[in-house]
């Protein structure tokens, strides 16, 4: 934000505008001739052409606004930033997102299930300004796309990365569990919180997703699963991204809610059904609402003053007025 710290010089901007009336309005102001030399030509001077007019209209600019800048520098200009800086420490949370091919399933309409699970992770993401969040997106293998951090530019630009089969074509939510613990283990934040994403069975990887919730839960951290999907029959589409090839067809599965509901319990956590992408946001703020400490907060102000840089172009411009009528006009007076 732009302020002045002496804004009391403000108040002779209406003088240059008084100034310029007379100067260029004014009906009884009397008359100017501006006229370069070499139109000279022994007894007359040959007609204006409009190069010069349009010199002379760049030279009275340049005077005019150069007047202004010396105003404006008189009143202190500076550009204020404020800042909020944090006192407190905030949660350090983990999404792990399911990128199997069934996440393609097209029951959430207007969007597949991985699109919606990836919009309602980046609004979560926006609204979370002091937690550090990390994400893990698993298929048959499972992948570390984040560790935990406050740069959320640089969370929601690898959250654009994550891509349907990346991974495979299995799920193996223990592994996926496991990669989210192992990096907030060493966290010294005051609340450890794994979110996880999935429609799918536990198929692939070889750790339990039991057994990783009580390794989580023994290091506390809390997991909130959230399972993803209708029981109707759902069409489903997507692109392998290592062959580019097209799937298309019907998909009729379900997820394990038993297993997820003993993975919450398990880690002291909480257990959602998400069956549209309503649900979804619902179940997203649910948990933003309930993921909270308290937060200690000081406004820092910054000031630049631009002092220097206003003063340097404001002779530039009267400098440009003077070069333009005494060297290409080449007035005498």
Same mark, same amino acid.
């Given at each position: 934000?732009? +302020?002045? %710290?002496?804004?009391?010089?403000?108040?002779?901007?209406?003088? +240059?505008?008084?100034?310029?009336y007379f100067r260029h309005i004014w009906p009884d102001r009397g008359g100017k001739l501006s006229l370069p030399v070499q139109l000279w030509k022994g007894m007359s001077f040959q007609s204006s052409v409009w190069s010069v007019r349009f010199l002379y209209?760049?030279?009275?600019?340049?005077?005019?606004?150069?007047?202004?800048?010396?105003?404006?520098?008189?009143?202190?200009?500076?550009?204020?930033?404020?800042?909020?800086v944090y006192l407190s420490r905030g949660i350090d949370i983990m999404f792990v997102l399911d990128e199997s091919p069934t996440m393609a399933a097209q029951d959430f309409a207007p969007d597949n299930r991985f699109?919606?699970?990836?919009?309602?992770?980046?609004?979560?993401?926006r609204r979370r300004e002091n937690d550090a969040i990390g994400l893990v997106?698993?298929?048959?293998?499972?992948?570390l796309r984040m560790p935990p951090t406050v740069d959320h530019g640089a969370l929601l630009?690898?959250?654009e990365q994550v891509r349907i089969m990346d991974l495979g074509d299995g799920t193996a939510i223990g592994n996926a569990l496991a990669v989210a613990a192992l990096h907030l283990e060493t966290s010294n934040a005051p609340e450890r919180v794994i979110v996880l994403l999935t429609d799918g069975i536990n198929n692939a990887g070889e750790i339990l997703p039991v057994t990783a919730a009580r390794v989580a839960a023994q290091k506390g951290i809390r997991i909130?699963?959230?399972?993803?999907?209708? %029981?109707?029959?759902?069409?489903?589409?997507? %692109?392998?991204?290592?062959?580019?090839?097209?799937?298309?067809?019907r998909f009729d599965g379900g997820y394990d809610e038993a297993l997820l509901r003993d993975?919450? %319990?398990?880690?002291g956590g909480s257990y959602f059904h998400a069956g549209s992408s309503g649900t979804l946001q619902a179940v997203m703020q649910s948990i933003d609402t309930v993921e909270t400490v308290e937060r200690r907060v000081r406004i820092e102000v910054q000031r630049q003053p631009y002092h220097r840089e206003w003063m340097m172009l404001a002779l530039g411009l009267l400098m440009l007025d003077f070069l333009i009528r005494k060297w290409l006009l080449r007035e005498i007076l």
């Open positions: 934000m732009w +302020v002045f %710290e002496a804004p009391a010089y403000l108040l002779l901007l209406p003088l +240059v505008a008084v100034l310029f209209a760049c030279a009275t600019v340049g005077f005019w606004c150069g007047m202004v800048l010396l105003i404006l520098v008189l009143a202190g200009p500076a550009l204020v930033q404020r800042e909020r699109e919606s699970a990836r919009a309602v992770v980046r609004e979560f993401v997106s698993f298929a048959r293998d499972a992948a630009a690898a959250l909130y699963t959230i399972g993803i999907g209708t %029981e109707q029959d759902a069409i489903i589409e997507f %692109e392998n991204p290592h062959t580019g090839r097209l799937f298309r067809g993975i919450a %319990e398990i880690s």
